[in-house]
């Protein structure tokens, strides 16, 4: 075999390992991105909190204390960001990791008449066993719902709670 014909094989193998390698499950990636889409939606329907709520109300309404409660409760807003937290997983655990690149000098083999320059530059990638990325991603998803149902659920317990509390004040 040939320097060239090997160069050229090396070449391929090296392209099939990185489209291997970069490719994650296609059900993983639908389900992630419905969930941002679903995060995208959630996070512009949350209103800023208003600091006077009902000061221009003339009686407590059960519904308007619920939302008031959901747009002010600082776990609502914690609870969106470990589930964009989680989100921002998915994109991380499916890409290849960062290139390494180098250089190195021998420092006495300047101007030295018995060896030449001593110098090499390196650069390097690490590539995964191929479909790797792709479970990772696959592992990633589920987080990221489960952590969208932890702030629905943490929603519904607040709402339960401001609900049981208005009717006692009543």
């Not at 993983?28 to 006077?52: I, K």
């Amino acid at each position: 075999m040939s320097r060239r014909s090997r160069r050229r094989a090396a070449c391929a193998l090296a392209s099939v390992l990185v489209f291997a390698s970069g490719c994650a499950l296609h059900e993983s990636r639908v389900r992630y991105r419905s969930l941002s889409r679903e995060y995208a939606r959630e996070s512009q329907a949350a209103p800023a909190g208003d600091t006077l709520a009902f000061a221009n109300a003339d009686a407590l309404d059960r519904e308007a204390l619920v939302e008031a409660v959901l747009r002010r409760n600082p776990s609502v807003a914690s609870a969106r960001a470990a589930w964009r937290a989680a989100l921002a997983r998915y994109p991380q655990e499916t890409s290849l990791d960062d290139p390494m690149v180098g250089y190195m000098v021998g420092p006495r083999s300047f101007g030295s008449s018995k060896i030449g320059d001593a110098e090499r530059i390196e650069a390097r990638q690490a590539f995964p066993v191929p479909g790797s990325l792709g479970l990772r991603g696959a592992a990633a998803v589920p987080e990221a719902e489960a952590s969208a149902s932890d702030l629905a659920a943490l929603r519904i317990r607040l709402a339960a709670m401001t609900s049981a509390l208005y009717d006692e004040y009543w």
